[in-house]
Structure formats: C-alpha cells, structure tokens
C-alpha cells in the first residue's frame, strides 16, 4: 500500500504568512480567489497549491 503525505496550512497559517487577518483568508478561499478545500467548517490550503498560486500571483502574495 503507497502512502500518502500531503501538507496543508491551516486559516491562521496563511493569514500569518501574509500578514492578513484569518477572515481575510476564508472569505478569498469561499470566493474561489485562492485554492482551498473545507473539512467540515474548517478551511484547508495545500502548501503546494498555495506556493505554485504565489509564484503565478507574485503581485498579490508576499
């Protein structure tokens, strides 16, 4: 059996790395601004998805 690890920053993870409140974060991730996936009422943000989202929005993310 192949095991997965996948790494996911919480709300608070991504409004500290951009210097933006944690309400600033969940409303882009329910706008569809920013890739984001739920888990029950809890926002998730995938480290890989999130970098490769920076690098495309340089302008945008710090």
Do not use: H, Y
Not at 1 to 25: G, P, Y
Not at 33 to 59: C, D, H, Y
Request: hydrophobic share 50%; with cysteine; proline share 2%.
């Amino acid at each position: 059996m192949a095991t997965i690890v996948a790494d996911f920053w919480t709300t608070k993870d991504l409004a500290n790395r951009w210097v933006i409140s944690e309400r600033q974060v969940r409303d882009m991730a329910a706008a569809g601004e920013i890739p984001a996936m739920r888990v029950g009422k809890l926002w998730r943000f995938s480290v890989v998805r999130i970098t490769a989202w920076e690098k495309a929005n340089q302008r945008l993310a710090c």
